[in-house]
């Protein structure tokens, strides 16, 4: 790769970044991982051509041009998010994957219900996400870690902040946020 793909790539990664909280090869990496994909598996549930997934995860291609398939990586996100907590088993979260591959989506910033509890205030995930995403707007996960390592020695409930919320999984983030709740 010359010197001007690597920058088209960095610059595609940063756009991403700065959109979608996180590079979406680490956003979709972590999916595979999370909910025992493929790439190939994942490109069909997201709606997305496999060629056009490798794209996105290599940062050739920065942004996802489809709003339905925005929502199927929010709903994957949450899906990944119930499996890692165990609230939701493997063999349920096939036929989820299969639903949120059904969904045609609709307006990007329409409100599912999971992002507010009944009285219309945000759910702890949805705080947890959106904390997350400013961080992850600011910093690379990497850089995160280690500003949080050069803090443990004096401030050490900042550093476990950085490192839960900076480059952590939403899971672990929640759980911190709920054991930290008054």
């Known amino acids: 790769m010359d010197?001007?793909?690597q920058e088209a790539t960095a610059r595609a990664r940063e756009l991403q970044r700065s959109w979608y909280g996180e590079p979406l090869g680490a956003l979709f990496r972590r999916l595979i991982d999370d909910l025992g994909l493929n790439q190939a598996?994942?490109?069909?549930?997201?709606?997305?051509?496999a060629p056009m997934l490798s794209q996105l995860m290599s940062g050739q291609r920065a942004k996802i041009g489809n709003p339905a398939v925005v929502q199927r990586v929010q709903a994957l996100q949450d899906l990944a998010s119930q499996v890692a907590d165990g609230s939701?088993?493997?063999?349920e979260a096939t036929d989820r994957m299969d639903e949120i591959k059904k969904t045609q989506g609709g307006s990007v910033l329409s409100n599912s219900g999971q992002t507010t509890n009944g009285s219309g205030a945000p759910t702890v995930k949805r705080v947890v996400r959106e904390i997350q995403s400013l961080l992850r707007s600011v910093s690379a996960a990497g850089d995160i870690i280690d500003?949080?390592?050069?803090?443990?020695?004096?401030?050490?409930?900042?550093?476990?902040?950085?490192?839960?919320?900076?480059?952590?999984?939403t899971?672990?983030?929640?759980?911190?946020?709920?054991?930290?709740?008054?």
């Open 3 to 5: 010197a001007v793909q």
């Open 41 to 49: 598996r994942l490109a069909a549930v997201l709606g997305l051509s």
């Open 88 to 91: 939701v088993s493997a063999a």
């Open 147 to 169: 500003a949080a390592n050069a803090l443990a020695p004096s401030h050490p409930e900042l550093a476990e902040f950085l490192k839960v919320y900076g480059a952590g999984r």
């Open 171 to 182: 899971a672990d983030a929640v759980a911190h946020y709920e054991a930290h709740q008054n």
